[in-house]
């Protein structure tokens, strides 16, 4: 069964500062993909990872994907108080007759000024 | 597209009452996922239908909860008799095979 672990699960952070959350997945995938949660939102697709060594940037945000060492980080640059929100990795198992996505338990980052 | 669409936004009802929440997937998505949000138990995938065949329902919690998809457009997820416990955030999601998936906004379910 695929596991799919992130730390931190909370994280608060001044702003201007950069931070990193990492996702740790059990089995081999080649297919992550990161969310965003606002409070009583629903989860918002930020990026798309389809290969090992993918590099997806948008604004302050930047994620990877090492598919061999199971790993996706999600990088912070500089971080505004608009970041603030819930994080989810979500990694997709492909299983012949199926695909679905499993979510990790979600970064809740919180930036402070 | 409108994105996937749920119904109703808001539910609250009492304990024992029948709820049923509505779900329209994005058109040509082979995919529908039904989760559940809570504080205690983050997000949990209850039952996901390819091309309106149900896949995997072992998330479904209880036999009070069923789901059905009778057609491309349209899924329901049915609580029967509803409980305290089952008060949560309930959403549906759509995605083609190996492709990106959209969430709908959601149906917040309060049982009293």
């Known amino acids: 069964e695929l596991k799919v672990e992130q730390n931190p699960l909370f994280l608060s952070m001044q702003e201007g500062k950069n931070y990193t959350i990492y996702c740790n997945y059990s089995?081999?995938?080649?297919?992550l993909y990161w969310y965003r949660q606002d409070p009583g939102k629903s989860l918002e697709s930020l990026f798309v990872l389809l290969s090992n060594g993918a590099v997806k940037q948008e604004g302050r945000l930047m994620a990877s994907l090492d598919t061999k060492a199971r790993l996706s980080t999600l990088h912070i640059t500089a971080a505004v108080h608009d970041l603030s929100a819930t994080y989810f990795c979500a990694v997709d198992s492909y299983t012949g007759t199926a695909s679905k996505l499993t979510f990790g338990t979600g970064t809740r980052l919180q930036v402070t000024l | 597209d409108a994105g996937v669409i749920q119904s109703p936004r808001h539910e609250v009802t009492e304990m024992g009452q029948e709820v049923t929440l509505r779900c329209k997937p994005i058109?040509?998505?082979?995919?529908l996922f039904w989760y559940r949000q809570t504080m205690m138990r983050g997000l949990e995938l209850l039952i996901y239908?390819?091309?309106?065949?149900?896949?995997?329902d072992s998330g479904m919690p209880e036999d009070r909860f069923s789901a059905k998809m009778p057609n491309a457009s349209f899924s329901t997820l049915k609580i029967q008799p509803s409980e305290p416990r089952d008060s949560a955030v309930y959403f549906c999601?759509?995605?083609?095979?190996?492709?990106?998936?959209?969430f709908g906004p959601g149906t917040r379910l309060t049982v009293t």
């Open positions: 089995t081999t995938s080649d297919r």
């Open positions: 058109s040509g998505h082979d995919y």
């Open positions: 239908f390819n091309n309106n065949v149900p896949i995997d």
């Open positions: 999601a759509s995605r083609p095979l190996g492709g990106e998936q959209y």
